[in-house]
């Protein structure tokens, strides 16, 4: 087992190291620079020389590379120039709010979809499965950042009764109650789609495993039909909701970018978008990297659990 | 069907708990501006930045040797009390104002002065490490600066420069303490400490910037006790909060949303800043060498449309280079070319031009570009309508920059461009004269040179008496308007909204936000 984790995290130095070639590749080749969009109207070339000696950005391409590759590896991510603050601090303080943003989402979409696709299979062509069906289609046609204005619209501004932006209220306690109160609009609308996906997905796992004949044998000898429902057949369900869970888990996280926006949520999608604007390079380089490294993390946490509960799978 | 019941429970529990549980948002407190930017800022080092985003903070937490008089352009004391200028222009020595402190209470003097123009100006200083400071060039023309005694400094510059007095009011000037420089090195940005109405509490990232009152404020304590200053990039969400009563004030109101704060509880605030929108017109190649084909364009672009219609009434017709912001150096007499089609169509056959082709640069977006597809739709269909074939290239604010300052030769024949300045020599001595063609380092995008032009804005740099200036500066706009190297589309009205709960507030031509006076209840 051991050696199996270690070469996973050896063949991940090359996946990084691409990553990292492709990021500052990217970032060079897209026209503007970081002086430029720093001076704004006052680019001359004079003074964009000037402030590029300044930033570090004379120096030949292939040179700046290494330097900020080895920078990089002894834990030094450079400086953003919009924000005049250490990269890492930066990125670490996003990526943390994304992750509440998206794991709340993930919470509420696994737990609404599943209930939603198991009262729909429960009651098949019942009203309660037509009714769900059709929230859950409406719910999937709704772009999350057109549902995300009209929730301000209705919440924050006509009724008052929510915050229409940001992580935390700008005066007062930061306590759970008002980090939840900020996060309700945002969640609920991140977690729409990816609800209305799984509920769907569950609804026709379910409806399969309900026809199969231990089912009707848990049914003959007196089940109660909650207890088939939940009990028996949403448990034989899950082996194949569980990897839809996955791939919803990715689409919550990126999709998080919009929502970020809409809500001015402080997390790392937005931050992106904001310093891709900018030519902030390191900033960008510097995110890439970090949420590259942890989708390539996760991936091996992921793949050495699925080896450890799995048999077959071959370490 | 025990299941529906349960689930029916359900919602009809959290439905109660949600109304039960959720207070109406709380108001924000009395004495407490909140105030919604565009961005976060990038640092609190006014000689570090170069957003006006920032600039808005910086000028309620420092001072400068002088400032703009409120609603103007034209500079007034601040922490100098007076100054003389020598015959040749050269040499300035200002008085300062005694007792005053850096909010880390250190004094503020003569020393503390010649440290913030050694820091920016000086590689060899050696705190010249904290930068860099991309606007130092405002001040390259100064050869030294000397601290007489305590309270007198002086300025030496390498030749007359009159817009010296004005940049130094800009945001560049204004004056840190050297202390919190010292104590703070790098991180000074984040820890701000200058003379200004309010001291800087606290920043946290992406959330918020408060600054509160300075009780020993030498222009008099401010009225309120905070600012809260709280980015918000997204437009439609700042206006919801505005709506909804989360900030007291935002800034740069999308005019599509003006609609939304008439009544009552809102006020709407407006002022003409010192911005131009225009178009560059390649001089060197294409339909535009021919000036009547220039003027053509200007009579057949609809510009009242264009400020009424697509921008809301949130610019004005631009008549010439200068706008009218800087009253002292404006020419009145000066008229915008009307919108007259015929007159239009009139130039073009004279010219001997048949449907001549334009290439058409266009931007996304940028600072001061107002609404800049919006406005180049529209302007490609007035052009269209007189007989020109335009052809639209839209690219990204970074990219268009990068396309546009190199020049305009082989790429356009025209581009949408705007600028914001301090000073009316500004924008005319980067973008209009010979020796400011791309090709020596200026932004004459479209080769316009005329040597009258270039010999009165040359005249107008030199000249320190201020009357004689605006006469160079009045001239050049008639020659310039005449001449129509640009199509001269719009002044930017700036304009903010306030709460009822705000008083006092008015919006300044320089852009800057004042918060001193302001009050709320």
Request: net charge negative; with cysteine; glycine share 8%.
């Amino acid at each position: 087992m051991a050696g199996y984790i270690l070469k996973r995290l050896l063949s991940a130095i090359p996946v990084l190291f691409g990553i990292s070639v492709i990021v500052f590749l990217i970032m060079a080749l897209i026209p503007g620079d970081p002086a430029t969009a720093i001076l704004g109207s006052f680019a001359t070339p004079e003074n964009v020389e000037r402030l590029n000696a300044d930033l570090g950005l004379d120096k030949p391409k292939w040179q700046q590379f290494f330097i900020w590759l080895g920078n990089m590896l002894q834990g030094d991510f450079g400086r953003s120039f919009a924000l005049n603050r250490p990269v890492l601090d930066e990125v670490l303080e996003r990526f943390g709010a994304t992750l509440v943003l998206a794991g709340t989402s993930f919470v509420l979409c696994s737990i609404l979809g599943i209930i939603a696709g198991v009262i729909s299979a429960a009651n098949q062509y019942g009203w309660a499965d037509k009714g769900i069906t059709f929230v859950v289609l409406l719910g999937i046609s709704i772009p999350s950042f057109f549902l995300g204005m009209m929730m301000i619209l209705i919440f924050a501004v006509q009724l008052r009764v929510l915050p229409a932006s940001g992580m935390w209220p700008i005066y007062g306690d930061h306590n759970l109650w008002v980090l939840l109160r900020h996060l309700a609009m945002p969640a609920l609308a991140l977690s729409v789609v990816a609800t209305g996906v799984i509920a769907r997905l569950a609804r026709s796992a379910m409806l399969e495993v309900l026809r199969q004949d231990f089912i009707r044998t848990a049914r003959a000898k007196g089940v109660h039909e909650r207890g088939v429902v939940w009990r028996h057949a949403l448990r034989a369900a899950m082996v194949s909701i569980i990897p839809v869970l996955g791939i919803q888990a990715g689409f919550v996280l990126s999709g998080a970018v919009y929502i970020e926006v809409v809500f001015q949520w402080p997390g790392i999608g937005r931050m992106l978008v904001d310093a891709i604007l900018r030519r902030d390079i390191l900033l960008v380089q510097g995110g890439v990297v970090f949420v590259a490294a942890c989708y390539v993390l996760f991936n091996i946490v992921v793949d050495v659990a699925q080896s450890m509960l799995d048999p077959r799978i071959k370490t | 069907m025990g299941l529906l019941t349960w689930t029916r429970r359900a919602v009809l529990g959290g439905a109660a708990a949600l109304a039960l549980g959720l207070p109406a948002a709380a108001q924000t407190p009395p004495g407490v501006l909140v105030v919604g930017q565009v961005a976060e800022p990038q640092a609190l080092d006014p000689h570090a930045v170069t957003a006006v985003n920032d600039f808005r903070i910086l000028m309620n937490v420092y001072d400068g040797l002088v400032r703009y008089a409120s609603g103007t352009l034209e500079v007034e004391p601040a922490l100098a009390t007076d100054w003389e200028i020598s015959d040749d222009g050269t040499v300035y020595t200002f008085n300062l104002r005694d007792g005053v402190s850096f909010h880390d209470g250190t004094p503020f003097n003569a020393e503390a002065v010649v440290f913030n123009f050694e820091r920016m100006l000086n590689e060899d200083h050696p705190y010249h490490d904290t930068g860099p400071f991309p606007l130092s060039f405002f001040f390259s023309a100064v050869e030294s600066v000397e601290a007489l005694d305590d309270l007198t400094v002086q300025f030496t510059l390498s030749s007359p420069y009159a817009p010296f007095l004005s940049n130094l009011a800009y945001p560049t000037g204004l004056i840190v303490s050297p202390q919190a420089v010292m104590d703070n090195g790098q991180d000074f940005g984040r820890n701000p400490s200058g003379t200004g109405a309010f001291r800087f509490v606290e920043w946290r990232s992406n959330e918020a910037v408060v600054v509160e009152r300075n009780p020993d404020y030498w222009d008099g304590a401010p009225e309120l006790e905070a600012v809260v200053f709280r980015p918000i990039t997204d437009a439609n969400t700042r206006v919801a909060e505005m709506l909804s009563g989360g900030i007291d004030l935002m800034v740069e109101v999308p005019p599509v949303a003006l609609s939304e704060f008439q009544g009552d509880a809102f006020n709407v605030v407006e002022q003409a800043g010192p911005h131009v929108w225009f178009l560059i017109l390649n001089m060197r190649e294409g339909p535009f060498t021919e000036q009547a084909v220039r003027q053509a364009a200007n009579y057949a672009i609809n510009k009242e449309a264009l400020v009424n219609d697509v921008l809301e009434g949130t610019a004005a017709v631009a008549a010439g280079p200068t706008p009218p912001a800087f009253a002292w150096a404006y020419n009145e007499d000066l008229d915008p070319y009307p919108y007259d089609p015929d007159r239009a169509r009139e130039l073009l056959a004279e010219a001997g031009m048949e449907a001549p082709e334009v290439t058409f640069y266009v931007t996304e977006g940028g600072s001061g570009m107002l609404d800049p597809v919006a406005m180049g739709t529209a302007i490609q269909a007035d052009l269209e309508a007189v007989g020109f074939d335009v052809t639209i290239e839209t690219y990204e604010w970074n990219t268009f920059l990068g396309r546009v300052n190199p020049g305009l030769e082989g790429e356009a024949d025209m581009a949408e461009m705007a600028w914001m300045t301090n000073d009316p020599d500004t924008l005319p001595y980067l973008t209009l004269r010979t020796e400011a063609m791309p090709d020596n380092g200026g932004f004459n995008s479209g080769y316009y040179s005329n040597p009258e032009v270039d010999a009165l804005l040359e005249e107008a740099r030199t000249a320190t008496d201020q009357d004689t200036r605006a006469a160079l500066y009045r001239e050049m706009q008639t020659i310039v308007q005449e001449d129509a190297p640009w199509v001269f589309v719009a002044n930017w009205v700036q304009n903010a909204v306030t709460s009822d709960r705000v008083e006092n507030f008015a919006l300044e031509p320089s852009f800057f936000l004042l918060l001193d006076d302001v009050v709320k209840n």
